[in-house]
């Protein structure tokens, strides 16, 4: 239980930043933010890459979760999943920026108190 | 949250260090939801899904019900007058448990094209949902802030 409590979250952050590093897999969770839902064929249409290329990033943004594929009859539809972007968010960036935002609260704390 | 159209099919998926009987509770006992569904109270029994928010109360149609593995419910958002004249859509919550004690948590909220607004609504919501919900479960506390 400890072991996978601790080590599970930090992989799957890995994963995800892995998948973000890399201009085309953002391109393509762009492509899907502004419609969801589509084939490989579609996706492909779009970016001058063979479809070989294409189906090797929406794999890796499938094994980071950050893309979720369903069947539709003969299709394979591809479709955004923001939440691994949440998880990140409220990990790391909150962390972060709650600290600067308390740093100039405690700035303006200060400056008032001399003033 | 600024999409060009808010899609009519929407999917959130998220890994939980949890049991699918877990999950279940969590998705359908009110003193789970009120920690993490935006402090809503929400009970599914006799194929209701009982919700309450402050000091309003509806229910929801339960289409389908396979504990601890898939439960399938009309949505309406009653919470929101402005969306509450909207049509009914549809949420599906999938439960698959994976190795190492993991389970693959999965929301399909479809059937939006008659609720645009709702859609709209909705698509940060479920992320945020989601999120609060897999801390809970694995902290024992709800998302802070």
Known sequence: MTFWSRKIPDMDDDQVFKALADPTRRHLLDRLFERDGRTLTELESELEMTRFGVMKHLRVLEDAGLVVTRRDGREKLHFLNPVPIRLIHDRWIDKYTEHRVAALADLKHELEESA | ?145
């Open chain 2, 1 to 145: 949250m600024t999409t060009l159209t808010a899609q009519t099919t929407q999917i959130y998926s998220v890994f939980i260090l949890a049991t699918p009987e877990q999950i279940w509770d969590a998705i359908t006992k009110s003193e789970f939801t009120q920690q993490y569904f935006y402090g809503a109270r929400i009970d599914v029994h006799d194929g209701r899904r009982f919700c309450s928010i402050g000091d309003t109360e509806w229910d929801e149609e339960v289409l389908e019900a396979d504990p601890p593995r898939r439960l399938v419910h009309g949505w309406v958002s009653a919470y929101d007058p402005d969306l509450a004249a909207e049509e009914q859509s549809r949420v599906s919550w999938e439960i698959e448990p994976q190795d190492g004690g993991i389970t693959k948590l999965t929301v399909v909220h479809d059937q939006l094209e008659a609720a645009p607004k709702t859609a709209e609504n909705v698509a940060g919501g479920w992320m945020y949902i989601l999120s609060g919900l897999k801390t809970l479960l694995e902290t024992g506390k709800p998302l802070a802030g």
